[in-house]
């Protein structure tokens, strides 16, 4: 018996080197602070004593490493999600500031009737704008894959009577032809990049335009 516990001591001290020694000297200070008087005490052999001294020692001091393993884990888990939440932030934040220098590009180039257009989308939440399908030249806004559209009322032909002021005069018919009415909505990509832009810069492009 005491060669199989020499070895299992043996094997304890190669593998748990560190924690063996402090478990050792905690039970030799164990033993020296004992009173030796006491009923226990008397009925044990001092090695003996240092023994079981030591194997007490060894599992509370497996059990405050394997305490502490668990808290440093815990904590770099804490650390590497912090950091990634502070990488992925600033991934987020260099990709929106690269979108932001795209669309401010674009609506610099707006003419007056798309940039109020625009804020008119970001005023009233992108709430549907109705416009017929006539746009100027220079117009650029609802004619690109920047809305979405439906069709709101078909245009029809009108003939209207022009009365001449001379009584002498022949009236005059003609006919009008109404454009179709379209309702028109920014898409979700577009408004909400012009609305972060507005709220948090206090514009939507380079330069803060008056129109």
């Known amino acids: 018996?005491?060669?199989?516990?020499?070895?299992?001591?043996?094997?304890?001290?190669?593998?748990?080197?560190?924690?063996?020694v402090i478990a050792l000297i905690m039970s030799i200070?164990?033993?020296?602070?004992?009173?030796?008087?006491?009923?226990?005490?008397?009925?044990?052999?001092t090695w003996l004593?240092?023994?079981l001294g030591f194997l007490v020692s060894f599992a509370i001091?497996?059990?405050?490493?394997?305490?502490a393993k668990y808290i440093k884990k815990k904590i770099n888990i804490f650390i590497s999600k912090r950091n990634y939440e502070k990488e992925k932030k600033a991934y987020e934040e260099e990709n929106i500031q690269e979108g932001l220098e795209k669309f401010w590009s674009i609506v610099d180039g707006f003419s007056d009737n798309d940039y109020k257009l625009m804020m008119e989308f970001i005023e009233n939440k992108n709430?549907?704008?109705?416009?017929?399908?006539?746009?100027?030249?220079?117009?650029?806004?609802?004619?690109?894959?920047?809305?979405?559209?439906?069709?709101?009322?078909?245009?029809?032909?009108?003939?209207?009577?022009?009365?001449?002021s001379s009584p002498d005069a022949i009236p005059v018919e003609r006919c009008m032809?109404?454009?179709?009415?379209?309702?028109?909505?920014?898409?979700?990509?577009v408004y909400e990049i012009a609305?972060?832009?507005?709220n948090r810069y206090g514009r939507?492009?380079?330069?803060?335009?008056n129109v």
């Open 1 to 20: 018996m005491e060669k199989d516990l020499a070895a299992i001591l043996s094997f304890v001290f190669e593998k748990y080197l560190m924690p063996s």
């Open 61 to 67: 001091v497996m059990l405050v490493i394997t305490f």
């Open 177 to 189: 032809i109404m454009p179709d009415e379209y309702k028109y909505i920014l898409t979700k990509g």
């Open 127 to 164: 709430e549907p704008i109705i416009k017929e399908e006539k746009h100027n030249y220079n117009d650029w806004l609802l004619n690109s894959d920047w809305v979405h559209k439906t069709l709101y009322k078909k245009g029809e032909r009108k003939l209207e009577v022009f009365k001449p």
């Open 204 to 209: 939507i492009s380079h330069f803060k335009r």
């Open 29 to 45: 200070v164990i033993y020296g602070l004992t009173p030796s008087d006491l009923p226990f005490v008397k009925k044990l052999d």
């Open 49 to 51: 004593f240092i023994l």
């Open 195 to 198: 609305s972060y832009s507005y």
